[in-house]
């Protein structure tokens, strides 16, 4: 099992800055893909980014060139970098971790509880 911690969301004005943070725990033989989802009022969860554990990154089209995500493969810990936030922005994001349990099994996706972003005008 994998428990997904996650940190760092609040309320910010438009054009402003927030930082996510996500720690694994738990018992695992490796976490191959970490990243970020969000889930705005009345709408389907998406893909933000993600990021593997050579360092692949993937980038939904409406966060390039303002998120930035990262990953510390030593602390099983996932960070996004959100900057010139806007409205659209809002909502709540959640960790996501593909993880093996032993050497020899599939991926097993994780999620955290999630955690809530609001940008205000």
């Known amino acids: 099992q994998v428990q997904l911690v996650e940190s760092g969301g609040g309320l910010v004005q438009a054009g402003g800055s927030l930082r996510l943070s996500c720690a694994a725990s738990?018992?695992?033989?490796?976490?191959?893909?970490m990243g970020w989802y969000r889930q705005a009022p009345g709408k389907q969860r998406e893909l933000v980014a993600t990021?593997?554990?050579?360092?692949?990154?993937n980038y939904a089209d409406s966060v390039k060139g303002r998120y930035t995500i990262s990953r510390d493969n030593a602390k099983n810990s996932v960070y996004l970098q959100m900057n010139s936030l806007k409205q659209g922005d809002t909502g709540v994001y959640y960790c996501?971790?593909?993880?093996?349990?032993?050497?020899?099994?599939?991926?097993?996706?994780?999620w955290g509880q999630g955690t809530q972003v609001t940008v205000s005008s």
């Open positions: 996501n971790a593909a993880a093996k349990r032993y050497s020899f099994s599939g991926d097993t996706n994780y």
């Open positions: 738990g018992s695992f033989f490796a976490i191959n893909v």
């Open positions: 990021i593997t554990n050579d360092g692949s990154i």
